[in-house]
């Protein structure tokens, strides 16, 4: 079983930044990808960025130039760095942990963070 943990939402104005961090816990895994993905009111959720223990990332078109996402393979962490936050990107922000666990691919979530960006 993987735990996998946000932090680092929050409110704040239009073109300000935010970090947002995730880490996952257990035992008996191997992390292949570590990703953000971001849920609105009354809209389906969404990828924002994802990163392979690789170092591959791939990036929504809407974040792209604006957000960056990192990975820490020692720690099982991945932190996503957003910078010039438009009042669009409010929304509830979802850590996702796609692990190996013995001979099966699992995908697993955190609670979510909440950013609210004012205009």
């Known amino acids: 079983q993987v735990q996998v943990v946000e932090s680092g939402g929050g409110l704040v104005q239009a073109g300000e930044s935010l970090r947002l961090s995730c880490a996952a816990s257990?035992?008996?895994?191997?992390?292949?990808?570590m990703g953000w993905y971001r849920q609105a009111p009354g809209r389906q959720r969404e990828l924002v960025a994802t990163?392979?223990?690789?170092?591959?990332?791939n990036y929504a078109d809407s974040v792209k130039g604006r957000f960056t996402i990192s990975r820490d393979n020692a720690k099982n962490a991945v932190y996503l760095q957003m910078n010039s936050l438009k009042p669009e990107d409010t929304a509830v922000y979802f850590c996702n942990s796609k692990v190996l666990e013995r001979t099966r691919l699992h995908d697993y979530w955190g609670q979510g963070t909440q950013v609210t960006v004012s205009s």
């Open positions: 990163a392979t223990s690789g170092g591959s990332t």
């Open positions: 257990g035992s008996g895994f191997i992390i292949i990808t």
